[in-house]
C-alpha cells in the first residue's frame, strides 16, 4: 500500500510539472512547419526548439531528482517499517518479560513469607531446644547414680496374635457416712434402712472402702465382616465366708461383667455372658459398655434407676443408618418374695411345715452360695426382654418391655390335716369314738395323721411391664436432661431398691406385686474437667393383700386301750388349733405396725434387736442425690478424679393396725437417712 500511494505521487508530480511548464493559451497540437521561405522564421524556430530541448532535459533531470527522492522515500518508509516491527516484536518480548518478572516477585514474595514463618518456627523450635537441653542436662545430672530406667512411654493397647488388648479400669479409696447404720459396706441396701424401732437406727456408721476397685480388660479382633469383643469387669464386692473388716480384709473377687460379642458390618450384634439388663438405658443405640449409669459413687446406685447385671443372650440390630436399633434378650431370673402371714403348720412337739416353696438354699457342692439365706429360685424360663432405642439427631429415646414367669410348689393338704366332724373313728380293737375337730378341706384323712403331700402341684404365674426413657443435650452440650418409666407386675427386681416381685395368696400360689419406677437426671458439664450432677427418684409397690391364712397346730392326745391288752391299737384323739389372725400378703392394711417406732433391748451383744412387731411393708422408696466429680488430671498417663455425693433417702411403708385412737387409721412407718460418700480414684490410662 505504501509502495503504490509513492508511485501514485511520483506521477502526480510529473503529470503537474508538464502542465506548468505548458503556455495557457497555447495550442496542444503542435503548429505546421513553417515555410522553408521564411529563414527568419526558421531561425527563430530552431532557437524555440534548443529551448524546448533544454526546458525537456531539464524537466527529465527534474524527474530523475524526483524519482530519486521517491526512492529515498520508499527506502525510509521500508526502513521505518522494519522498525515499527522491530518495536512490536521488543514490546511482546518486554510484555513476556514483565510478565515472567511479576510471577517470580510474586513467587518471591511467598517465598519470603514462608521464610519469615518458618524462621519463626525455627526460632521457636531453638528455643525449646534449648530448654529441652537444658532439662535434659539436668535429668542427666541427677540420673548418673541410677540404673538406666525403663521407657515411660508404652502402647494402651497391646497387640497378641491379631488380638488388641486394651487393660483398664481404676483404684478407688472410698467413704461413706450413713446418719443411721445399716451394718452395711459402700453398698446400701436402699429398702434396709432401719425403721425408728431398730437398734441400728439409733447409731450412724462410717465406712471406708476400697472394694470398688474395678480392673477391666477388653479384647477386641476382626475377622472377616465381623468385629469381635470381649469384656472382662471385676471387683471387690464379694464376701466370702471368712471375709471381715478386721486386722486384714479378706474380700473376694466379684463377677461384674463377662461377656463376648460378634458385631457384624450388616449392623446385626449377638452378645453372651454376663452383662447390664436389655431394660437398662443407654446413652446411643443399644450398646454394651453405652450403658447411661447414674454418676453415683453408690455401687448399688440410685432410686428408680432400672438395672440388672445377670447371664444372658442378646441380639440387636442396626437400622436407617444407625438411627434405630431394636433387640431382644434372654437373662436369668431371680424371684425375690415379700409380705407375711405365709400359711404354716405347727405339730405337737412345734416343728413347722409350709403350705409352698418358691426358692431353695444354694447347693455347694453345685457351686452356689449356701450361705446366702434368700436361696435360689428354680426358673421355670427366663426373663424376657425387648427394647427399641431411637436417635434421631438430637437426644436418645428408649421403649422397652419385660415378661417374667414366677413359679411355686403348692401343698394343699400340707396345713390342714385332719378328719371331718362327727366323723367315727374305729379302733381295730372295734372300740369307736367320734371326732369333734373341725371340717376337713382335704381328702379325708385318719384321725391323727400328719400333713401329707396329697395334691401337690406346680403353679406358675406370669408378670411384666413396659418403660421408657429419654435423654437430651441442652444449651450447647452442658447440660443432659433425661427422665425414665417403668411400670408392671413383678417387676420389683429390676430397682435399685430391690422391692419384691411378688407375695403368696394363702393357698400358696405366688401373686406378682405391681411396681413402678421412676428417675429424673440432670448432669452439668460445667467444664472438661468438672461435673455436678442430681437426681431424684422413687420406687413404689402396690398393696397385694389377703385374708384367710392359718397357722394350724393339731396335737393328738392318745386314749388307753380299752382292752387293756398290750400291743393292742390305741385310740387317738386329734385336736386342731388355728390362728385368728387370718391375714397376709404384701400391704395388708390389718398388720400389726404398733412397735415400728419401739426399740427392743438385742438378743445378744452381736446382734441388735430390729425393734419392735413392725410389719413394714414398703410402699415407696424416694431418694434425691446430689454431688461432683473433679478431674485432677487426665492424659497419657491415665487419670485423677476425686468426688463428694449426698443423699436424702426416704422409706415409706404401708400403713397397717394400730391406730390411736382405735379404729383412726393405721400406723404407717418411715424411715430417713442421709448419706455422704467421699471418692478419690487412679484410672488406667
Same mark, same amino acid.
Not at 340 to 358: D, E, H, L, V, Y
Given at each position: 500500500?505504501?509502495?503504490?500511494?509513492?508511485? #501514485?505521487?511520483?506521477?502526480?508530480?510529473?503529470?503537474?510539472?508538464?502542465?506548468?511548464?505548458?503556455?495557457?493559451?497555447?495550442?496542444?497540437?503542435?503548429?505546421?512547419?513553417?515555410?522553408?521561405?521564411?529563414?527568419?522564421?526558421?531561425?527563430?524556430?530552431?532557437?524555440?526548439?534548443?529551448?524546448? @530541448?533544454?526546458? !525537456?532535459?531539464?524537466?527529465?533531470?527534474?524527474?530523475?531528482?524526483?524519482?530519486?527522492?521517491?526512492?529515498?522515500?520508499?527506502?525510509?518508509?521500508?526502513?521505518?517499517?522494519?522498525?515499527?516491527?522491530?518495536?512490536?516484536?521488543?514490546?511482546?518480548?518486554?510484555?513476556?518479560?514483565?510478565?515472567?518478572?511479576?510471577?517470580?516477585?510474586?513467587?518471591?514474595?511467598? #517465598?519470603?513469607?514462608?521464610?519469615?514463618?518458618?524462621?519463626?518456627?525455627?526460632?521457636?523450635?531453638?528455643?525449646?531446644?534449648?530448654?529441652?537441653?537444658?532439662?535434659?542436662?539436668?535429668?542427666?545430672?541427677?540420673?548418673?547414680?541410677?540404673?538406666?530406667?525403663? %521407657?515411660?512411654?508404652?502402647?494402651?493397647?497391646?497387640?497378641?496374635?491379631?488380638? %488388641?488388648?486394651?487393660?483398664?479400669?481404676?483404684?478407688?479409696?472410698?467413704?461413706?457416712?450413713?446418719?443411721?447404720?445399716?451394718?452395711?459396706?459402700?453398698?446400701?441396701?436402699?429398702?434396709?434402712?432401719?425403721?425408728?424401732?431398730?437398734?441400728?437406727?439409733?447409731?450412724?456408721?462410717?465406712?471406708?472402702?476400697?472394694?470398688?476397685?474395678?480392673?477391666?480388660?477388653?479384647?477386641? %479382633?476382626?475377622?472377616?465382616?465381623?468385629?469381635?469383643?470381649?469384656?472382662?469387669?471385676?471387683?471387690?464386692?464379694?464376701? $466370702?465366708?471368712?471375709?471381715?473388716?478386721?486386722?486384714?480384709? @479378706?474380700?473376694?473377687?466379684?463377677?461384674?461383667?463377662? +461377656?463376648?460379642?460378634?458385631?457384624?458390618?450388616?449392623?446385626?450384634? !449377638?452378645?453372651?455372658?454376663?452383662?447390664?439388663?436389655?431394660?437398662?438405658?443407654?446413652?446411643?443405640?443399644?450398646?454394651?459398655?453405652?450403658?447411661?449409669?447414674?454418676?453415683?459413687?453408690?455401687?448399688?446406685?440410685?432410686?428408680?434407676?432400672?438395672?440388672?447385671?445377670?447371664?444372658?443372650?442378646?441380639?440387636?440390630?442396626?437400622?436407617?443408618?444407625?438411627?434405630?436399633?431394636?433387640?431382644?434378650?434372654?437373662?436369668? =431370673?431371680?424371684?425375690?418374695?415379700?409380705?407375711?402371714?405365709?400359711?404354716?403348720?405347727?405339730?405337737?412337739?412345734?416343728?413347722?411345715?409350709?403350705?409352698?416353696?418358691?426358692?431353695?438354699?444354694?447347693?455347694?457342692?453345685?457351686?452356689?452360695?449356701?450361705?446366702?439365706?434368700?436361696?435360689?429360685?428354680?426358673?421355670?424360663?427366663?426373663?424376657?426382654?425387648?427394647?427399641?432405642?431411637?436417635?434421631?439427631?438430637?437426644?436418645?429415646?428408649?421403649?422397652?418391655?419385660?415378661? @417374667?414367669?414366677?413359679?411355686?410348689?403348692?401343698?394343699?393338704?400340707?396345713?390342714?390335716?385332719?378328719?371331718?366332724? $362327727?366323723?367315727?373313728?374305729?379302733?381295730?380293737?372295734?372300740?369307736?369314738?367320734?371326732? #369333734?375337730?373341725?371340717?376337713?378341706?382335704?381328702?379325708?384323712?385318719?384321725?391323727?395323721?400328719?400333713?401329707?403331700?396329697?395334691?401337690?402341684?406346680?403353679?406358675?404365674?406370669?408378670?411384666?411391664?413396659?418403660?421408657?426413657?429419654?435423654?437430651?443435650?441442652?444449651?450447647?452440650?452442658?447440660?443432659?436432661?433425661?427422665?425414665?418409666?417403668?411400670?408392671?407386675?413383678?417387676?420389683?427386681?429390676?430397682?435399685?431398691?430391690?422391692?419384691?416381685?411378688?407375695?403368696?395368696?394363702?393357698?400358696?400360689?405366688?401373686?406378682?406385686?405391681?411396681?413402678?419406677?421412676?428417675?429424673?437426671?440432670?448432669?452439668?458439664?460445667?467444664?472438661?474437667?468438672?461435673?455436678?450432677?442430681?437426681?431424684?427418684?422413687?420406687?413404689?409397690?402396690?398393696?397385694?393383700?389377703?385374708?384367710?391364712?392359718?397357722?394350724?397346730?393339731?396335737?393328738?392326745?392318745?386314749?388307753?386301750? =380299752?382292752?387293756?391288752?398290750?400291743?393292742?391299737?390305741?385310740?387317738?384323739?386329734?385336736?386342731?388349733?388355728?390362728?385368728?389372725?387370718?391375714?397376709?400378703?404384701?400391704?395388708?392394711?390389718?398388720?400389726?405396725?404398733?412397735?415400728?417406732?419401739?426399740?427392743?433391748?438385742?438378743?445378744?451383744?452381736?446382734?441388735?434387736?430390729?425393734?419392735?412387731?413392725?410389719?413394714?411393708?414398703?410402699?415407696?422408696?424416694?431418694?434425691?442425690?446430689?454431688?461432683? +466429680?473433679?478431674?485432677?488430671?487426665?492424659?497419657?498417663?491415665?487419670?485423677?478424679?476425686?468426688?463428694?455425693?449426698?443423699?436424702?433417702?426416704?422409706?415409706?411403708?404401708?400403713?397397717?393396725?394400730?391406730?390411736?385412737?382405735?379404729?383412726?387409721?393405721?400406723?404407717?412407718?418411715?424411715?430417713?437417712?442421709?448419706?455422704?460418700?467421699?471418692?478419690?480414684?487412679?484410672?488406667?490410662?
Amino acid at each position: 500500500m505504501k509502495k503504490l500511494a509513492a508511485l #501514485t505521487l511520483s506521477l502526480f508530480l510529473t503529470t503537474g510539472t508538464a502542465l506548468a511548464d505548458t503556455p495557457k493559451d497555447a495550442d496542444p497540437n503542435p503548429a505546421k512547419a513553417a515555410s522553408p521561405a521564411k529563414p527568419k522564421a526558421a531561425k527563430k524556430a530552431e532557437t524555440s526548439d534548443a529551448a524546448i @530541448s533544454a526546458q !525537456i532535459e531539464e524537466l527529465r533531470q527534474a524527474l530523475q531528482s524526483q524519482q530519486e527522492e521517491l526512492q529515498l522515500l520508499k527506502e525510509e518508509l521500508a526502513k521505518r517499517d522494519r522498525q515499527i516491527d522491530e518495536a512490536r516484536e521488543a514490546a511482546a518480548a518486554a510484555n513476556a518479560r514483565a510478565t515472567e518478572a511479576s510471577s517470580k516477585a510474586t513467587e518471591a514474595v511467598n #517465598t519470603t513469607a514462608a521464610a519469615k514463618s518458618e524462621a519463626v518456627s525455627l526460632n521457636s523450635t531453638v528455643s525449646a531446644l534449648k530448654a529441652s537441653n537444658e532439662a535434659l542436662k539436668t535429668t542427666v545430672e541427677s540420673g548418673q547414680a541410677e540404673a538406666q530406667k525403663p %521407657s515411660e512411654e508404652g502402647p494402651s493397647t497391646i497387640k497378641v496374635k491379631g488380638i %488388641s488388648i486394651t487393660p483398664g479400669g481404676f483404684i478407688e479409696a472410698a467413704t461413706t457416712y450413713r446418719q443411721r447404720a445399716e451394718s452395711a459396706d459402700i453398698n446400701t441396701q436402699l429398702n434396709g434402712i432401719p425403721y425408728p424401732g431398730a437398734a441400728l437406727g439409733k447409731v450412724s456408721e462410717n465406712v471406708f472402702s476400697a472394694r470398688q476397685s474395678r480392673p477391666t480388660l477388653l479384647a477386641e %479382633s476382626k475377622v472377616g465382616s465381623a468385629k469381635l469383643t470381649a469384656y472382662f469387669e471385676m471387683d471387690f464386692l464379694g464376701a $466370702g465366708t471368712t471375709s471381715n473388716n478386721r486386722q486384714s480384709n @479378706s474380700y473376694v473377687f466379684r463377677q461384674r461383667q463377662l +461377656w463376648a460379642q460378634a458385631a457384624f458390618d450388616s449392623g446385626l450384634s !449377638i452378645t453372651g455372658g454376663q452383662m447390664w439388663s436389655l431394660a437398662t438405658e443407654n446413652r446411643k443405640g443399644i450398646q454394651n459398655r453405652g450403658e447411661a449409669l447414674p454418676m453415683m459413687v453408690d455401687p448399688q446406685y440410685v432410686v428408680g434407676f432400672t438395672w440388672q447385671r445377670a447371664d444372658s443372650i442378646r441380639v440387636t440390630q442396626s437400622l436407617l443408618d444407625n438411627k434405630l436399633t431394636v433387640g431382644a434378650s434372654i437373662e436369668g =431370673p431371680q424371684t425375690t418374695l415379700g409380705g407375711r402371714g405365709f400359711s404354716a403348720f405347727t405339730n405337737a412337739a412345734g416343728a413347722t411345715s409350709q403350705n409352698f416353696w418358691f426358692a431353695a438354699p444354694g447347693n455347694g457342692g453345685g457351686l452356689n452360695n449356701a450361705f446366702d439365706p434368700t436361696g435360689y429360685s428354680p426358673n421355670k424360663a427366663p426373663d424376657v426382654v425387648f427394647k427399641a432405642a431411637l436417635d434421631p439427631g438430637w437426644g436418645h429415646y428408649e421403649i422397652f418391655g419385660i415378661l @417374667s414367669q414366677f413359679r411355686a410348689r403348692i401343698y394343699p393338704c400340707a396345713v390342714i390335716s385332719y378328719t371331718p366332724t $362327727g366323723t367315727v373313728i374305729t379302733a381295730a380293737n372295734g372300740t369307736t369314738t367320734t371326732y #369333734t375337730g373341725p371340717p376337713i378341706t382335704c381328702a379325708a384323712l385318719a384321725a391323727g395323721e400328719a400333713p401329707n403331700v396329697a395334691g401337690a402341684f406346680n403353679d406358675s404365674r406370669t408378670g411384666g411391664g413396659g418403660g421408657a426413657s429419654f435423654r437430651v443435650p441442652l444449651f450447647n452440650k452442658k447440660l443432659d436432661f433425661g427422665v425414665k418409666g417403668v411400670y408392671g407386675d413383678g417387676i420389683g427386681r429390676f430397682g435399685s431398691s430391690q422391692l419384691a416381685d411378688a407375695t403368696a395368696r394363702p393357698d400358696g400360689t405366688l401373686a406378682p406385686i405391681r411396681a413402678g419406677h421412676g428417675l429424673g437426671i440432670l448432669e452439668f458439664h460445667v467444664s472438661p474437667k468438672l461435673d455436678i450432677f442430681a437426681y431424684g427418684g422413687a420406687e413404689y409397690a402396690a398393696r397385694a393383700a389377703y385374708t384367710g391364712y392359718n397357722s394350724v397346730k393339731v396335737t393328738t392326745v392318745s386314749i388307753s386301750n =380299752p382292752n387293756g391288752v398290750a400291743g393292742a391299737p390305741i385310740l387317738v384323739n386329734t385336736t386342731v388349733a388355728r390362728s385368728a389372725s387370718g391375714i397376709g400378703g404384701y400391704g395388708n392394711p390389718a398388720a400389726n405396725n404398733t412397735g415400728c417406732s419401739t426399740e427392743v433391748s438385742p438378743v445378744n451383744q452381736l446382734t441388735p434387736n430390729g425393734g419392735g412387731t413392725c410389719a413394714g411393708d414398703s410402699r415407696i422408696v424416694i431418694e434425691g442425690t446430689l454431688g461432683f +466429680w473433679h478431674k485432677i488430671y487426665q492424659g497419657p498417663k491415665g487419670g485423677v478424679r476425686w468426688g463428694i455425693t449426698y443423699s436424702y433417702l426416704t422409706r415409706t411403708g404401708w400403713s397397717g393396725s394400730g391406730g390411736l385412737p382405735a379404729g383412726s387409721a393405721g400406723i404407717s412407718p418411715k424411715a430417713v437417712d442421709n448419706m455422704v460418700w467421699t471418692s478419690f480414684r487412679y484410672y488406667l490410662p
